[in-house]
């Protein structure tokens, strides 16, 4: 699994003006199942993405058909790691890996 961690590079007006395309971005990554949660950092300097994928190169590759990636409005910090517990209504999420 991933945590891929987003920090906005430029002003929110052009965060918003690039949002509904990251949201069609998303939307495509969780249909096809690598994407399990996502949303805004508190306070709103980036966003968080838990992401499931065979290695960090296939994350690398999914990040760069982010709009935000392409238009550079934000930077991608990746962190690898292996759930050892977990809540039992994420067994299936967890143990499909």
């Known amino acids: 699994m991933f945590i891929i961690n987003l920090t906005?590079?430029?002003p929110l007006e052009e965060v918003e003006r690039?949002?509904?395309?990251?949201?069609?971005?998303?939307?495509?990554?969780y249909?096809?199942?690598?994407?399990?949660?996502?949303?805004?950092q508190v306070p709103r300097v980036g966003g968080v993405i838990l992401a499931k994928a065979?290695?960090?190169?296939?994350?690398?590759?999914?990040?760069?058909?982010d709009p935000f990636y392409?238009?550079?409005?934000?930077?991608?910090?990746?962190t690898e790691f292996v759930p050892s517990k977990y809540a039992k209504s994420l067994k299936v999420l967890v143990e499909a890996e």
């Open 8 to 10: 906005y590079l430029k």
């Open 18 to 29: 690039f949002l509904p395309e990251h949201v069609e971005y998303l939307d495509r990554y």
């Open 31 to 40: 249909e096809n199942g690598h994407f399990i949660a996502s949303g805004r």
């Open 54 to 65: 065979d290695s960090k190169d296939e994350i690398k590759a999914i990040i760069r058909h």
């Open 70 to 78: 392409r238009e550079h409005i934000a930077r991608y910090d990746i």
